[in-house]
Nanobody, 127 residues
């Protein structure tokens, strides 16, 4: 079982940057695909990015390509999301998720494919 704890959210002005972190418990972090999702008020949770076990393969939602970067440090059991050039429409609760299957663009862009979830961290971008 994996427990996930996000941090790094907060209030930032448009054009600013934030780095989210997701710390995982357990000794098998490196065997989990990690994903980031977000949910804005009144909207469904949506895929943001996913990263393979080794960090060598990355998937992004089209809306964040070139603006967000997912990475991981398996020695620290942590996955990161660097967000830059933020806009008010990026405001949402951002959650990380873990799944122990091989990374698949079909599977790991879907909310239902992940077995473990963090509680989320709020990101608010002011105009």
């Amino acid at each position: 079982q994996v427990q996930l704890v996000e941090s790094g959210g907060g209030l930032v002005q448009a054009g600013g940057s934030l780095r989210l972190s997701c710390a995982a418990s357990g000794r098998t972090f490196s065997s989990y695909v990690m994903g980031w999702f977000r949910q804005a008020p009144g909207k469904e949770r949506e895929f943001v990015a996913a990263i393979s076990w080794s960090g060598g393969t990355l998937y992004y939602a089209d809306s964040v390509k070139g603006r967000f970067t997912i990475s991981r440090d398996n020695a620290k059991n942590t996955v990161y999301m660097q967000m830059s050039s933020l806009k008010p429409e990026h405001s949402a609760v951002y959650s990380c998720a873990a799944d122990n299957r091989r990374l698949s663009s079909r599977l790991h862009t879907a909310t239902g494919s992940y077995a473990y979830w963090g509680q989320g961290t709020q990101v608010t971008v002011s105009s």
